[in-house]
């Protein structure tokens, strides 16, 4: 089989692995995202996440990640959601944290595609990443035609929004290259209106030290005080700057069994919530991306939320 044989191939079962999109890009330096990554970290964007300061080469450069490195296949999976939480005084979670946790759910699915291609084509080289290694996931989605990089600096996706989970598979197989589509975002600044503690700080950069997401999982002493009050009842991350995009009226409820909610999750009332005991967490919680907080650090967030008086 030749370059566009084995393209097609791999792209045919992508999809019927329940990959909603898949776009490819050659493994090269990422010459634009430099100084932009060089910008975000003198600033101190990343806050105390200090984890993003390390290999600064390899985010840049897939070839350092895998050897001969030549493709970088770029996959999405929607997780938006048939229904949302129902008690709208509750403390919220993400929607991308209402069933199993991504990681588990997507890394088998990255290594049985890979299983496949190397039945499929003979030996390859190459490894499967799912937002846990130094890869520039939402470069390489940009690069590979998945979607241009909104003013919230989440990828969209003119067809669907934004609300998809981004992975990779970076092989020492050549294949045939897609290319980017335009920016569609226009003259809409609804994203950076929305976000209630200001994190856009200019069009396409998100200083995370200031995002709700960032407080609500990463941060690990307490929640500064002067964020009282600007939450917007969200316990644990954040969807504001996606739940005003205009693009996102065409998001679709997912099919992905496993991203079904918890059982009883969106039926929890904000005194569920508030009451919550470390017991419930685990039941609730089992199995879910939540668990990176810890009860301690859900319970620190909810207690920050609470309503004076209760």
Same mark, same amino acid.
């Given at each position: 089989? @030749?370059?566009? +044989? ?16 898949? /776009? ?21 964007? +990343? /806050? ?9 080469? &390899? ?18 999976? @929607? ?13 919220? !979670?993400? &929607? ?9 759910? $997507? ?11 190397? *039945? ?12 846990? *290694? ?19 600096? @989440? !990828? ?6 934004? =609300? ?37 700080? +200019? ?8 995002? $709700?997401? =960032?407080?609500? !999982?990463?941060? &690990? ?18 969807? !504001? ?18 991203? +079904? ?33 810890? #009860?301690? /650090?859900?319970?620190? @967030? ?7 008086? #209760?």
């Amino acid at each position: 089989m @030749n370059h566009s +044989q084995h393209t097609t191939l791999i792209k045919a079962e992508a999809l019927r692995m329940g990959f909603d999109y898949c /776009g490819i890009s050659a493994a090269a330096f990422l010459e634009e995202e430099a100084p932009r990554l060089e910008f975000w970290l003198k600033h101190k964007m +990343q /806050g105390s996440m200090s984890y993003m300061e390390n290999h600064f080469d &390899k985010r840049l450069d897939p070839r350092l990640l895998v050897d001969g490195a030549k493709s970088v296949i770029s996959l999405l999976l @929607n997780y938006y959601p048939s229904s949302e939480q129902k008690d709208s005084t509750a403390p919220r !979670i993400s &929607k991308y944290a209402y069933g199993k946790d991504y990681h588990l759910i $997507i890394k088998e699915k990255l290594k049985a595609l890979l299983d496949y291609i190397r *039945a499929e084509i003979g030996e390859v080289n190459g490894r499967v990443f799912v937002d846990s *290694a130094p890869v520039m996931d939402k470069a390489w989605a940009k690069k590979s035609g998945l979607g241009w990089v909104g003013k919230n600096s @989440n !990828i969209i996706h003119k067809g669907s929004g934004s =609300y998809f989970f981004i992975a990779e598979l970076i092989l020492d197989l050549e294949l045939e290259y897609d290319g980017p589509v335009g920016d569609y975002c226009g003259t809409c600044t609804r994203c950076i209106d929305a976000c209630p503690t200001d994190a856009i700080t +200019q069009p396409y950069v998100v200083d995370g030290s200031k995002c $709700i997401s =960032y407080f609500t !999982i990463e941060l &690990k002493d307490n929640i500064p005080s002067g964020m009282k009050g600007k939450f917007d009842n969200w316990a644990f991350g954040c969807d !504001i700057c996606q739940d005003v995009c205009p693009w996102n009226r065409f998001s679709k409820p997912h099919k992905e069994p496993g991203f +079904q909610p918890a059982s009883g999750l969106l039926d929890m009332t904000q005194k569920d919530w508030i009451d919550m005991t470390e017991e419930i967490f685990r039941v609730t919680f089992s199995g879910s991306a939540v668990k990176r907080t810890g #009860y301690k /650090g859900l319970r620190r @967030n909810i207690d920050f939320l609470k309503p004076d008086g #209760y």
